[in-house]
């Protein structure tokens, strides 16, 4: 039997406690019909209520406290809300958000994942009904490039201030993000053979594949990392001649991510680029209460990884009980996918808790439910069948990609 696994619960600020004890609610139900080897500590911090009573978001010894854990859950950071509270403690995006980009880097995790597939019941805002195929796998840059934080502001609040942001671009980091973009297409690839799907992607050369990643630079106007980008994919790319490839300036693939997302499989983006599609993948599965996320490093089994909804702390509904957890559980989910590669019996409680929250969006869509309401539907479902779901499989099923 394998050893017992502890996870660290960082609600955070705003909707961020209302969806993590939402997801809680769920978990303990998910874990006791399993019996699940799988322990949990909330912990008051990083949070601005930390902040509020001790000056800082979280204590020295957090990293150290957090390296300890096998995965971290995060909830929400940033405005703690309500918004109708003008008084509230507020601090300024720099200080609240500074430990989720803390965490993202000391701990290496430089691959972020937002999967963005659209499911029955989910809003779908786009009129074509191939906008019902999209499944993209969104890999952001998570170490470096636009994010490092380097710069400064000279003669600030002065007519003649300069401010420089810095960007940061190294072969070592861009030949493992982009290598892992590649293995995650052909994992990708199995797990639709396993479900009976076949899906293809036509190049423009007139070449169709079975999966395929696209790279997106923006090499047009910023031509030293997106060429080191360019030049590393096409090597990386020759190791996989089994995997398709398309590029797309960035600018460009915003329009085709509303025009025709049902094309991209798997797409691998810098950290600012990634921040902003994923927003724009999110929102074609039907908006941020359902997008969920990871932070992880795909090497390192020792270093915990973040897993956290694409959503923030949203001031304005903070508090009121609506938000949606879906996001969160979605993303408990992805967390008990990582706890699965070193033991089945997560990733079998994954595969259920996916399932849960995909039969909750098909029965409920966008129907009006308080964010305790959804996180009891979801666990009495779970409670209904107490029969683990086995994986789906049918004969293939074909979804056509090209134009
Ligand atoms: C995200 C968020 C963060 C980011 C913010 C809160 C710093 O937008 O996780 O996508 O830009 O990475
Ligand atoms: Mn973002």
């Not at 969806?19 to 912990?43: F, G, N, S």
């Not at 701990?107 to 786009?126: H, I, K, M, N, V």
């Not at 030293?224 to 001649?241: C, N, T």
């Amino acid at each position: 039997m394998a050893s017992r696994r502890q996870i660290a619960i960082l609600p955070g600020d705003g909707i961020g406690p209302e969806v993590t004890d939402a997801t809680l609610t769920v978990l303990d139900t998910l874990c006791a019909q399993r019996a699940l080897p799988l322990q949990w500590q909330v912990l008051p911090w990083p949070s601005t209520e930390w902040h509020r009573q001790h000056g800082a978001m979280m204590p020295d010894d957090a990293l150290q406290q957090l390296h300890s854990f096998d995965a971290l859950l995060l909830g929400a950071l940033g405005d703690p809300g309500p918004a109708s509270d003008s008084a509230r403690y507020c601090l300024p995006d720099a200080v609240s958000l500074a430990p989720l980009l803390t965490l993202r880097k000391q701990f290496d995790l430089w691959s972020c994942e937002r999967p963005a597939r659209w499911q029955p019941g989910a809003t779908c805002y786009l009129s074509d009904p191939r906008a019902r195929d999209v499944d993209m796998l969104v890999i952001r840059e998570n170490s470096e490039g636009e994010y490092v934080n380097q710069g400064g502001r000279l003669r600030a609040g002065q007519p003649d201030e300069v401010a420089t942001q810095l960007e940061v671009f190294t072969r070592r980091a861009t030949e493992r993000l982009l290598r892992h973009a590649f293995v995650r297409a052909r994992q990708r690839r199995s797990r639709r053979q396993q479900e009976g799907r076949v899906r293809t992607f036509s190049s423009a050369a007139g070449e169709t594949h079975d999966a395929r990643v696209c790279l997106i630079t923006k090499r047009n106007a910023q031509p030293f990392w997106g060429e080191l980008y360019s030049e590393v994919f096409a090597a990386i790319a020759s190791e996989f001649p089994d995997i398709g490839t398309h590029h797309e300036l960035v600018d460009a693939a915003c329009m085709k991510f509303v025009q025709c997302p049902w094309q991209f499989d798997v797409v691998v983006a810098s950290n600012l680029h990634g921040d902003i599609l994923t927003d724009l993948a999110a929102v074609l599965c039907g908006g941020p209460g359902i997008a969920p996320s990871c932070n992880i490093n795909p090497d390192r089994r020792d270093l915990p990884p973040l897993f956290e909804p694409t959503h923030g702390s949203a001031p304005d509904i903070a508090g009121r009980d609506i938000a949606d957890p879906r996001a969160t559980l979605l993303s408990a989910a992805m967390l008990l996918d990582w706890l699965g590669e070193d033991d089945t019996q997560f990733s079998e409680a994954a595969h259920q808790l996916r399932a849960a929250v995909g039969e909750d969006l098909a029965r409920h869509a966008d129907q009006v439910r308080s964010t305790r309401r959804i996180a009891h539907d979801i666990r009495d479902a779970l409670r209904a069948t107490p029969h683990p779901a086995v994986p789906h499989t049918a004969p293939p099923a074909h979804t056509g990609d090209s134009q």
